[in-house]
């Protein structure tokens, strides 16, 4: 019984840990959403558009999410020059909660609030599970949408994709 119990769970974590990548459609992503910052400001994400958008959608409970702030904020210092714009949407965080997250973690990029946009999260399919990471092409249209966890590297590979869009991505 205990071995069939972890076999289900090396599966679960197996599934997990490749995430699961899905190609959009062709269309365009929907930024027109106006979502506030942590600190009470509103945020037009229609603002970004002409510029290469990584668009998370996090929590501050989520483990995967935690592992994966430090290296969006350095792909998101390393790319400033090219225009990208990493934005991290926590989906059930009141900004209470979000500043000292983004204080430890040292978050140098918007971090919007999510919670009570349902329409929001339906949009950029969070309601369920976390992380959701959208790669939108300065053009508006959607590069990829990836749930899951994402390694460093893998991010970086799909920054790069926004910014060269002769690269192919898989």
Not at 23 to 33: C, E, I, K, M
Not at 101 to 122: D, R, S
Request: with cysteine; aromatic share 8%; charged share 20%.
């Amino acid at each position: 019984r205990w071995l069939a119990a972890l076999g289900v769970s090396v599966a679960i974590v197996a599934v997990v840990s490749l995430g699961l990548r899905d190609r959009v459609p062709a269309g365009a992503a929907n930024l027109n959403y106006t979502l506030q910052d942590m600190n009470g400001g509103a945020v037009s994400l229609a603002a970004f558009r002409g510029r290469p958008i990584e668009l998370i959608c996090w929590a501050t409970w989520c483990g995967p999410c935690k592992s994966e702030t430090p290296a969006l904020a350095a792909l998101a210092e390393q790319y400033k020059a090219d225009n990208l714009t990493v934005l991290g949407v926590s989906v059930d965080d009141p900004p209470e909660a979000l500043r000292p997250f983004a204080a430890e973690f040292k978050m140098n990029y918007p971090v919007l609030v999510g919670l009570g946009h349902t329409e929001f999260q339906e949009t950029y399919d969070a309601l369920f599970a976390v992380p959701v990471t959208w790669f939108i092409r300065p053009d508006g249209s959607v590069l990829l949408k990836h749930k899951g966890p994402a390694t460093r590297d893998w991010l970086e590979e799909q920054n790069k994709a926004l910014i060269a869009p002769s690269q192919v991505t898989q």
